[in-house]
């Protein structure tokens, strides 16, 4: 055979393969995953999925940089494809080309960090975060993007987002991001110089099996059995749908009912409380109230004020408030983290006594006026005035009858994996950042297996290895009705998780609010987030943690304690002695003891109330006086050296 007819007949063989490869894709109504739109972030140096749905049987191609890799739409109506690594960098367009061409612009190729958690999570810069003013109005960050998954809840893992948009870091799109991802990713952005983006995923007041999906979740007996009861038919328990459902109604009917009502004038025989505070946290009979509580406070304006707009601030409302002066409404605004400020008209202003009158709705957890007493005033040409608004308020819960007492707070095992991390696979990330626990304090004990146990769930599922996952240790608190053993077990069990492969811990025991279970400095919080990240996720050799407990020796009547991630060293304030600690002996009796630094990574314990030591705790209380940091400035995390069991405060 001539070589004339062998490539011919090579030719004739490869036509139908080049022909398939070149013919133009067919699918049609072809849908992009919701997580692919303008402005998205693709992660860098791995294999990226891209994914979504069409009419079955069509083909369809997706192209960036240059890369263009082709599918078939499977018979489910699903497709995906798979582009290849590659390095930081864009912007990019990505084309999706079916019988009609979808062109998403923008596109950078970085890295993706997916936040998590409840509230502190969930925090908003807007939430009066400090320096939040000028926090928002710098946030001009075009290479940070961002993308907040709405809340949902499922009891089946669904595979799509209600909504949902990348948007590019800017003081109109940060605002209502979560404080502590930004603060991160902030960070993260400026140390290492790539587009970074920021998968918000977060839901206040939930605990962490709710997070975690059910194949997982069931290998705990607890879970397994509520779970089982929650499918049974003969069950009877209501659906966070039918008890969300339960509550619209029963709002709607206050509402009905306020249209028709006059706004109470004479609040004197009412009781007596002082805000700005959650009822819960207040020396009334509110403990654990939800529903609708009327407070009414009269204030005094000077003369020449008389006739002159007013800005009314009220600080942070839990949840819903509608608010009068003089019997004229001046606002309303539904959310526990965002601050109220009302415009009070001058034609309602008077010289002399004026009364301000809030109508709060409060459908689970702490309920009222909080924050810091800082934030509630009267302001009048720029100025604030000198009318109290904060301090002595009357109350009344008995204005319109009962609420339906069932829990807002979506806390069945998997619900919220099923509809708000589900849906996020298999989008690649760099890692995982997770603050919460508060939730699950009472039931410490189980969160040394529940945490881990979702931590190696969430890295299953992604199928990318053990990606970095960093926490936040809970803060210092004063928590309502807990004893000493309640929070620092639940950070003892943080503490624990560290034995995992790929984690770290950022300690937030020494910026906390005792008053608050929301403090405000967010910034420290991402700042050791950071930290953390560039030692377990970037390979960089800082010091990224406060001191841990290593070891202790017994030398005499003494205790020897070893840190490890010291830094230079240990550390305190010159002019301060060592507090925190307590020594106990054999009779389980802890009392205060001196702590004196030896060396670099060394503290000597004593009691004159202690003979014979076998056991130190320190800052074993859920908002304890510790001041023990490292040469970085980083707080040491409680600790104790024993493992003796304490009953767990019910919750």
Request: with cysteine.
């Amino acid at each position: 055979m001539s070589v004339r007819s062998l490539f011919a007949g090579v030719t004739s063989l490869l036509l139908p393969t080049l022909f398939t490869h070149c013919q133009s894709p067919t699918a049609t109504e072809v849908q992009p995953h919701q997580l692919f739109t303008d402005n998205a972030v693709l992660q860098r140096d791995l294999s990226i999925p891209v994914w979504g749905t069409a009419n079955p049987g069509g083909t369809l191609e997706v192209e960036i940089n240059g890369h263009i890799e082709r599918t078939e739409v499977s018979q489910d109506g699903n497709w995906q494809v798979n582009l290849p690594e590659m390095e930081a960098g864009g912007p990019y367009e990505l084309r999706i080309r079916g019988e009609e061409e979808a062109v998403l612009e923008n596109i950078m190729i970085g890295d993706v960090w997916l936040a998590s958690g409840q509230s502190n999570m969930e925090w908003p810069l807007s939430g009066q975060i400090d320096d939040y003013e000028n926090e928002i109005a710098n946030a001009n960050y075009p290479n940070i993007r961002l993308f907040t998954v709405h809340r949902n809840t499922s009891i089946e893992p669904l595979t799509q987002l209600d909504s949902g948009q990348w948007n590019e870091c800017s003081p109109e799109t940060v605002a209502n991001l979560s404080a502590v991802a930004y603060f991160f990713g902030r960070e993260i952005h400026q140390e290492q110089d790539v587009p970074i983006g920021l998968l918000h995923s977060s839901w206040g007041g939930t605990p962490a099996e709710a997070w975690t999906s059910e194949a997982s979740v069931r290998q705990i007996k607890d879970f397994s059995t509520l779970l089982d009861s929650i499918r049974s038919a003969e069950s009877g328990s209501l659906s966070f749908a039918e008890k969300q459902k339960l509550q619209e109604e029963a709002i709607a009917q206050a509402d009905e009912r306020l249209a028709r009502m006059a706004i109470p004038q004479d609040a004197k025989d009412w009781e007596t409380m002082s805000l700005p505070t959650l009822w819960e946290n207040a020396d009334t009979p509110l403990e654990g109230y939800d529903g609708y509580v009327w407070f009414q406070k009269t204030f005094t304006v000077p003369n020449s004020y008389e006739s002159q707009p007013l800005t009314l601030y009220l600080g942070m409302i839990d949840d819903v408030d509608i608010t009068w002066v003089n019997g004229q409404k001046v606002g309303e605004t539904k959310g526990y983290n965002v601050s109220r400020v009302y415009e009070v008209p001058p034609q309602v202003v008077k010289g002399g006594e004026n009364t301000i009158t809030v109508r709060v709705l409060d459908t689970g957890g702490g309920g009222g006026l909080y924050g810091p007493e800082e934030e509630m005033y009267l302001e009048g040409n720029g100025q604030k005035l000198s009318a109290e608004i904060s301090g002595s308020w009357k109350y009344d819960e008995t204005q319109e009858g009962e609420f339906p007492e069932v829990s807002m707070f979506p806390s069945e095992p998997a619900i919220l994996y099923n509809a708000m991390i589900n849906p996020l696979l298999p989008y690649v990330i760099k890692g995982a950042i997770w603050y919460q626990g508060e939730s699950n304090a009472s039931r410490a004990a189980q969160y040394q297996t529940l945490f881990p146990l979702m931590i190696d769930d969430w890295r299953s599922q992604w199928n990318i290895g053990d990606f970095p996952f960093l926490f936040v240790q809970l803060a210092n608190f004063n928590a309502p009705g807990s004893g000493p053993e309640d929070w620092p077990r639940l950070r003892e069990a943080q503490l624990m998780t560290l034995g995992l492969p790929n984690t770290g811990m950022a300690v937030s025991i020494d910026i906390g609010d005792a008053t608050d279970i929301h403090p405000r400095n967010k910034q420290d919080v991402g700042y050791r987030l950071a930290l953390a990240a560039r030692k377990v996720a970037y390979g960089e050799d800082n010091v990224y943690s406060g001191p841990i407990y290593e070891s202790m020796r017994v030398a005499g009547d003494s205790v020897v304690l070893t840190f490890e991630q010291v830094g230079e060293g240990l550390f305190k304030m010159p002019d301060e002695k060592l507090r925190g600690f307590e020594v106990a002996g054999e009779d389980r009796q802890f009392y205060s003891a001196q702590a004196t630094i030896i060396s670099n990574t060394e503290i000597s314990i004593k009691s004159p109330s202690v003979n014979q030591p076998v056991a130190v705790r320190y800052g074993w209380y859920s908002n304890p006086d510790v001041n023990l940091y490292n040469s970085e400035g980083l707080p040491a995390s409680p600790f104790r050296t024993d493992d003796w069991e304490e009953p767990e405060v019910e919750s």
